[in-house]
């Protein structure tokens, strides 16, 4: 049962342009979201999160959006780089657990 | 900021042999470490929970007597892989959790690529 999906396997987007990744979660009870950027053979690392009391989270060129009713979040990054290319795992929580459920990602590749 | 170091990052071993992999928090103390395993195009799967101090909590399928996880100090967790076989290759990351930070506290190590032949 996957609790957390990208349903997107890859996304490629020019560099400049907007790059938005879309993460949706079936799970109820998930009340802290978190996008984490990954590159090869290397760990995740932590890129942005969000908590369920808001909807939305920016740092500087990511910003998170978040809509409860529709259980979905999505990850825009603008202006998209080079160096964004990369994997991004949505991963989500609830205030009770202490286990991140990962999806599955999504390949961003930013053609310059 | 905190950091995980994760031991090696790549190894290579012959069929039937142990492996073990360290997972260390750097400059934090963390009750508890996360293992997952990641296939190729696939999403980080978690195999168990370790706690410092206790028998770590395994996720359903995996194998605790062929997945090995000692958690034997606030910055240290190890996972040994016993008995290994080429379907063990896989990359392999640890996580620790700081005890004052909350949900954002998840630091990932580097990864330990595994191929076994």
């Known amino acids: 049962d996957q609790q957390v999906k990208q349903n997107s396997p890859s996304l490629s987007v020019q560099e400049g342009r907007i790059s938005i990744l879309n993460c949706d979660y079936t799970?109820?009870?998930?009340?802290?979201f978190l996008w984490y950027k990954k590159y090869p053979a290397e760990g995740p690392t932590f890129l942005i999160s969000i908590s369920s009391i808001k909807d939305k989270n920016e740092d500087g060129r990511f910003t998170v959006f978040l809509n409860k009713s529709a259980k979905h979040l999505s990850l825009h990054i603008v202006p998209s780089q080079p160096g964004d290319s990369a994997v991004y795992f949505c991963a989500a929580i609830s205030e009770y657990g202490n286990k991140l459920v990962f999806g599955a990602g999504t390949i961003l590749r930013v053609k310059s | 900021g905190a950091v995980v170091s994760q031991h090696p990052s790549w190894v290579i071993c012959k069929s039937g042999t142990s492996v073990k992999i360290e997972c260390r928090s750097l400059d934090f103390q963390a009750t508890t470490m996360f293992w997952y395993r990641q296939f190729p195009k696939q999403s980080l799967m978690l195999m168990a929970t370790?706690?410092?101090?206790?028998?770590?909590?395994?996720e359903q399928g995996v194998e605790k007597d062929k997945f090995l996880i000692n958690h034997a100090s606030l910055t240290l967790s190890t996972l040994t892989v016993t008995s290994a076989h080429p379907e063990d290759s896989s990359f392999y990351i640890c996580s620790a959790r700081d005890l004052f930070r909350t949900v954002y506290g998840y630091t990932f190590g580097s990864g330990t690529r595994l191929t076994v032949v």
């Open positions: 799970n109820s009870m998930f009340d802290y």
């Open positions: 370790s706690n410092e101090g206790s028998k770590a909590t395994y």
